[in-house]
């Protein structure tokens, strides 16, 4: 985009790389679910890893068609139970509330190695830019996806989405992110089964509390340094 410059010597015109930002609303069955404001790319990834990643949907195969025109998703499912809603979700925001006592805990008995986590952070710090998106991956011992996106939740679904539609084992992968590991976070995590989530940023004592009732490890990073917040038996040194 084009954008005037203001330095000492004067103004003058300069080309800037700013992140695009567009909405996108999700119908199931002709019922609004969300409308949330998205990079606008992977779109049907976004679609599939969001409504697994809240618990709508268990598997890619309960939904019997989706498609999407424009700035709109239509997903056509059975026996699927949610709350029509006109939220709208900003990039910064992930979706709706939750109990505690009905998080799902996370069954994996698979031990991964500290080692390859942090390589796997590098790595996606490495794809990252300097133009405002998040970076997330999804890291098993055969296969890695990657997805970008300004929101951190929305980079989540979208990596998720991606794993779903190449049939990825979720019991025998980790998550690695470049947004905070929030609650909501964790209950994506949860919801499909992923047993280790990572960040170079940080966390909550909520999303701890939460990842310790789940089982799911949870990874903070600090430079070079890496802080296991729950679950340490789950990772090899």
Do not use: W
């Not at 606008?40 to 939904?63: A, C, M, R, T, W």
């Not at 006109?86 to 698979?110: N, P, Q, R």
């Not at 986590?117 to 490495?126: Q, V």
């Not at 980079?155 to 049939?167: A, M, P, Q, V």
């Amino acid at each position: 985009m084009l954008f005037k410059k203001t330095r000492e010597e004067g103004e003058k015109e300069s080309n800037i790389k700013v992140p695009r930002e567009k909405p996108l609303t999700i119908r199931i069955n002709g019922r609004k679910l969300t409308t949330a404001m998205i990079s606008p790319s992977n779109k049907k990834e976004f679609v599939i890893g969001h409504l697994l990643s809240q618990g709508i949907i268990g598997e890619f195969d309960d939904i019997a068609s989706l498609r999407i025109e424009d700035n709109e998703a239509s997903v056509v499912a059975d026996n699927i139970p949610f709350e029509e809603t006109k939220e709208v979700l900003s990039s910064g925001c992930g979706a709706g509330g939750f109990s505690k006592d009905t998080i799902k805990t996370v069954d994996s008995d698979y031990n991964f190695s500290l080692e390859e986590i942090s390589d796997s952070m590098i790595e996606i710090l490495k794809a990252g830019d300097t133009n405002g998106v998040h970076v997330a991956g999804v890291f098993s011992d055969n296969e890695k996806f990657l997805a970008k996106d300004i929101g951190r939740h929305n980079c989540i679904d979208k990596i998720i989405g991606i794993s779903e539609l190449n049939n990825l084992e979720f019991d025998k992968s980790y998550i690695v992110s470049t947004g905070r590991l929030s609650s909501d976070m964790v209950i994506k995590c949860s919801n499909v089964n992923i047993p280790v989530s990572t960040s170079h940023k940080s966390t909550t004592s909520l999303a701890i509390e939460l990842a310790k009732k789940s089982g799911i490890s949870l990874i903070i990073y600090t430079g070079k340094d890496s802080s296991i917040m729950s679950c340490p038996e789950k990772i090899s040194y």
